[in-house]
């Protein structure tokens, strides 16, 4: 079974940062595309960063461009989310996601169905 745990959520104030991380067990190593997701209250759960296996090149949310670096070591199956220069809209629940079917509950970014999901952890960030 694929398991996702993140770490590092917290509060901050706007202009701070934060490091998010995610470790991930169940499958082979690198053998599965990771993202990151996002949702805020009374929103829709949107895709905010995903490093492909097959290109290992990061693509973003338009709204976290510059700001916000996603990395991940293949042979440990972390990922690590880096946000800087955090703004009030960037509060959140954030939620480490492993690329599988296109099942209930899954949602699409960056050319991938991502059906696997961490619990999420708490960003919270004051203006």
């Known amino acids: 079974q694929v398991q996702l745990v993140e770490s590092g959520g917290g509060s901050v104030q706007a202009g701070g940062s934060l490091r998010l991380s995610c470790s991930a067990s169940?499958?082979?190593?690198?053998?599965?595309?990771m993202g990151w997701f996002r949702q805020a209250p009374g929103k829709e759960r949107e895709g905010v960063a995903v490093i492909p296996t097959v290109t290992g090149i990061p693509v973003y949310v338009d709204s976290v461009k510059g700001r916000f670096t996603i990395s991940r070591d293949s042979a440990e199956n972390t990922v690590a989310l880096q946000m800087n220069s955090l703004k009030p809209e960037d509060t959140a629940v954030y939620y480490c996601?492993?690329?599988?079917?296109?099942?209930?509950?899954?949602?699409?970014?960056?050319?991938?169905?991502?059906?696997?999901w961490g619990q999420g952890t708490q960003v919270t960030v004051s203006s």
């Open positions: 169940g499958f082979t190593r690198g053998t599965r595309s």
């Open positions: 996601a492993a690329a599988g079917a296109r099942s209930y509950g899954a949602h699409f970014f960056a050319g991938y169905w991502f059906d696997y």
